[in-house]
């Protein structure tokens, strides 16, 4: 059974663009060749896209006769930093061979400026025997899904568009248009791609400056969390950024002096994206050394300390632990020794060095048990005013408690 439109890549891009075009009534097919992994969607909410019509195959054939296909392959920082395109590379080969004329792809996973002319296309040429810009239409869109943002979804995000013609913009925004309220036109491949670029080393940048103010204020013995909560009432100029244990998400910060050969520019360009993944990197060193304190101060010692984590993924009310500076913060406490445990709502079992960590059931009963008590990631679930008042020491990393009822970041 045909589709208007393919899905490739059933991660967290791919399941919730999936969603978006159900939802919109558009026929929808998604390809992986592995299970669905995306975790901010419930199990409730993939029965009723199926429900609905859409339909997961792992079967390539299946992505015959489609109008539309879109590209969501996960993309990560290889052991040389540099972006490993796997999965693009095995998403445009299913995808190659069945496509018609006049098909519509699009690639939304996050690459540096060139991959989708320079690498994606030839790709697709060489599978299909079409040519780009001429048979069928190549485009890119960065991806601004934010998992568990109530205010911001698909509908009301605007969605940068650029294409290898003019054609291909507009067959590509026409396919957005349907989703979203709108669409903004970049002038090609390479300023839509550099868009991605630009959103996430912004945001990788400032939570470096929040993160080395954090240390700052902290040696000081100022309240940053009290300097943030009065600059953002600032009309201009300002938007707060806050620091916590590391940085985590599917969007990695790309450094072009990581680019490959081809890309790279001269000089030494965006030295402040290299200095920003180096502090950001730090900070569960730091939260190491901020327990190591707390608990000499009151005359324990990290070896043999019980230490209870306090959510473990990367982001609040979500089970997704892409990123999560949980594990390494983990990992370094087991080096010293401690005895580590930890509860998340979303997070049945959890697992640091393929060893299991032990999953407290009773969250008060396990606070007051512990040494200490480290606050990673604040789900509305958490009463932290309750939590204080149960721990026996507890470090908030993420600013989230009442002032003067833990120690914070």
Known sequence: MPADLAVIGLGHLGLPLAQAAVAAGIETVGYDSGPATDSSLTAAEIRRMSAAGF??????????????AVLCAPVQLGPDRALDLTAVGAAARALAPRMRPNTTVILESPVHPGVTEDYLRPLLEEGSGLRAGRDFHL?????????????????????VIGGLTPACTESAAAFYARLTEKVV??????????????????????????????VLCHDLGVDLWDVVRCAETKPYGFQAFRPGPGVGGHAVPIDPNYLPHTTRTPGHPLRMVGLAQEINARMPQYVIQRCAALLNEHGKSARGARVLLLGVTYKPDLADQEGSPAREIAGRLLDL?????????YVAGWRVREQPVPRAESLYEAAAGADLTILLQHHRTYDLQGLAVKAQLLLDTRGASPAGAAHRL
Not at 139 to 159: E, L, Q, V
Not at 186 to 210: C, D, K, P
């Open 139 to 159: 485009a890119y869109s960065p991806s601004r899904f934010d998992p568990g943002n109530r205010t911001y979804t698909f509908a009301n995000t605007p969605k």
């Open 55 to 68: 339909r997961v195959t792992t079967n390539p054939a299946d992505l015959g006769r489609v109008r539309t």
């Open 337 to 345: 020794g401690a005895l580590i445990s930890y509860h998340d709502p």
């Open 185 to 214: 036109r970049a002038r090609g491949l390479r300023e839509a791609e550099t868009v991605q670029l630009l959103e996430t080393n912004y945001r990788h940048v400032n939570i470096a400056l929040m993160n080395e103010m954090a």
